[in-house]
């Protein structure tokens, strides 16, 4: 029989053991926080991004998640008008080293953070590099704060809205029935694909007539976007036409708050669980936070 002593021995040498085994545990496995970076565009401008931006911010942030907007919209940025809120600075502010990052942060409805993009982004392509690297190192911060950081961009196919779109982990594209939306939907998406044919692009239809006009959009658009750039794309939801919506944004409030029960409220809130609820090994695969965004959008800036 073992005696007391050797016991005492085996129990401590087994303790060391497992003490000396979470000690290399801690050292590999913590690693920082990411955020989901989202883009949210269109092929076209009038298709109601920005407010299916906002609605699903909210809606995201009901279900328990922080949530940042960040309004790159440089020519016609409405996020603020939507919120009825006048941010008094702008991520230009940063840019120019006159403020940190969690001075340019605004406060939305129920707890949704946002950032006025100002008109300063392409300032970043003229930084030094000490300077570019206090304004990554600032941003970077968000990743922390946030779990999901929603960047909505201008409309169109212009270049600084495809830099923004490449530098994205996902993509929303919006969509309208209309047949110059559903065209140039398609254009961007093109475009998406000569530069990166395994980009996650998610289509969300707005302002269908009904379900049956809504899956015929979603299945023309992935139909030929297979067939010919040999991408897959990812349907996200619709919303239907509504009143609520266009009353809403005359109260200069989002939909979700102003009209929970209509049905377009509801279709968001569908869309927003749907985003949430990807397969959670592929998301924190896919996860490149905040600071792999600006890096890759300040690379694209340069060239």
């Known amino acids: 029989m073992m005696d007391q002593a050797e016991k005492l021995r085996k129990i401590i040498e087994g303790l060391r053991i497992k003490r000396t ?11 920082k926080k990411k955020a989901r970076v989202i883009t949210v565009t269109s092929g076209k401008g009038g298709v109601g991004k920005t407010n299916i931006s906002i609605n699903l911010s909210i809606s995201l942030g009901r ?3 922080k949530v940042l907007i960040i309004d790159a919209d440089f ?8 919120f009825g809120v006048i941010p008094k600075y702008s991520l230009a502010d940063v840019i120019r080293g006159e403020k940190n990052i969690y001075e340019v942060l605004s406060d939305g409805p129920e707890g949704i953070k946002f950032i006025s993009g100002g008109s300063g982004v392409e300032e970043l392509a003229k930084l030094d590099k000490e300077q570019l690297d206090n304004f990554i190192e600032n941003v970077s911060l968000l990743d922390e704060e946030f ?3 929603l960047i909505d961009t201008g409309a169109g196919l212009s270049d ?7 530098a994205a982990d996902e993509v929303l594209l919006v969509v309208t029935p209309e047949p110059t939306s559903v065209t140039d939907a398609y254009a961007l998406i093109k475009m998406i694909s000569r530069r990166d044919s395994s980009k996650i692009i998610k289509l969300i239809i707005n302002r269908a007539e009904n379900l049956e006009e809504a899956n015929q959009i979603i299945d023309k658009i992935t139909m030929v976007t297979s067939k010919f750039l040999a991408m ?3 349907s996200l939801g619709y919303v239907l036409q509504d009143e609520a919506v266009s009353k809403a944004v005359k109260q200069q409030q989002p939909l979700v708050m102003a009209y929970p029960r209509s049905h377009a409220a509801r279709l968001i809130m569908e869309m927003s669980s749907r985003l949430a609820g ?7 695969k896919n996860v490149s936070g905040m600071r792999s965004f600006v ?5 694209f800036l340069n060239n």
């Open 21 to 31: 085994e979470n000690q290399v545990e801690k050292r590999v496995i913590p690693q």
């Open 232 to 234: 897959k794309l990812f």
């Open 295 to 299: 890096s890759k959008l300040v690379s």
């Open 147 to 149: 779990d999901i950081i």
């Open 75 to 82: 020519g016609l940025a409405n996020i603020d008008v939507l």
């Open 278 to 284: 990807v397969d959670q090994e592929a998301a924190v």
């Open 63 to 65: 279900l328990g998640y």
């Open 160 to 166: 600084s809205v495809m830099k923004f779109v490449m």
